[in-house]
């Protein structure tokens, strides 16, 4: 799992078939597709290019041009730091790069000054199992105050961001944030801050700029879901014995293997989840409520099908003291009395 992952893992806890095919590390876009509901996720190599171009270009010069921007909003007056060190995060395996990535924050910390962690590792359990977050940057404070940067694509126009992939971001790097945190508690004079920093590129051209984004609520919603995410073995241990997920089987084979795990469909699923299409389809066909969003899941209580609700509305179904079916029907005598004696639009 990455932090991209956990974040939507968060948003949608219920949804005990992501959990499962993330901490499997199953390629959902290759299930999706052998399902025939594929999903149109994914960089283009023009835009992954430019991207890799952008960050090279904010990290160059030992993040002279990074650091200059992260003094500006988070250093306070005077001069950028003029002495950065930037350690070697080099070791082996996932494992060992989170270990030397913790070694090289707690080194940071006790010597003072700035330092600049270019792609560190760090890992967090979630359900049970371990997950290696790697973010851009984190920068350590000379008080002891570690930040995470994040550069991200998308133009900053007139110093603000398209608002839907801000929040994203800001989702992303509440993850790290937690991450660091379990460093933290262990690393005399550490703090994490919850002021997190965005770099994107300025207006349409190549040069970066950067604002702060507070993820202090994304990171304790964050941390909330996580905890109530079922383990990934209890997940696994009720499937039916000898059940794959190898995009190689047959699509009635893996049909069956997917939908012996439950799913909490969404309409907010398709931005983040290749099976989003999937079960938006599954959904569709059972007559689901939950494709029409949360918020009318939610108002409609126990009434689970549009069926349910068709016929609760039309007073053929439903218990008349449920306040959900009182609505609908109160809804339904509404506009019928608004179309009384109106010709109906078709």
């Not at 560190?120 to 105050?145: I, K, N, Q, R």
């Amino acid at each position: 799992m990455d932090a991209r992952a956990l974040a939507a893992l968060a948003a949608n806890p219920g949804c005990k078939r992501r959990a499962l095919l993330d901490g499997a590390g199953v390629d959902k876009g290759a299930l999706a597709t052998a399902l025939g509901s594929p999903a149109p996720f994914g960089q283009s190599q023009f835009a992954f290019m430019r991207g890799n171009a952008f960050e090279a270009r904010v990290k160059a010069d030992g993040g002279t041009e990074l650091m200059r921007l992260l003094y500006e909003r988070l250093g306070g007056p005077g001069e950028p730091p003029r002495e950065v060190r930037v350690p070697d995060l080099t070791a082996a395996g996932p494992e060992g790069r989170a270990a030397r990535t913790a070694l090289a924050l707690r080194e940071a910390t006790g010597a003072g000054g700035w330092a600049l962690l270019d792609h560190p590792m760090l890992a967090l359990e979630v359900a049970g199992s371990p997950a290696y977050l790697e973010p851009d940057a984190v920068v350590v404070h000379p008080d002891g105050t570690w930040t995470v940067v994040e550069i991200k694509s998308f133009p900053m126009i007139d110093g603000s961001a398209d608002a839907a992939k801000v929040g994203a971001a800001a989702r992303q790097s509440a993850v790290y944030v937690l991450a660091l945190e379990r460093v933290a508690e262990v690393t005399d004079g550490a703090r994490v801050g919850h002021r997190v920093l965005l770099v994107c590129p300025k207006d349409f051209s190549n040069l970066p700029a950067a604002s702060v984004v507070d993820v202090r609520k994304q990171r304790a919603v964050t941390r909330r879901q996580l905890t109530r995410l079922t383990r990934v073995e209890e997940i696994a241990a009720a499937l039916p014995e000898g059940t794959t997920f190898d995009p190689e089987r047959s699509p009635e084979e893996l049909e069956t293997a997917v939908e012996a795990v439950t799913a909490a469909y969404a309409p907010e699923c398709l931005s983040s989840c290749e099976l989003a299409f999937h079960c938006r389809t599954r959904a569709r066909a059972e007559g689901a409520v939950e494709a029409l969003g949360r918020g009318v899941r939610g108002e409609l209580g126990g009434l689970t099908t549009v069926a349910g609700v068709l016929a609760a509305a039309a007073g053929k179904e439903g218990d008349p003291a449920d306040p959900a079916v009182a609505a609908l029907r109160r809804a339904a005598a509404l506009r019928a009395e608004a179309l009384e004696g109106r010709p109906v639009c078709h």
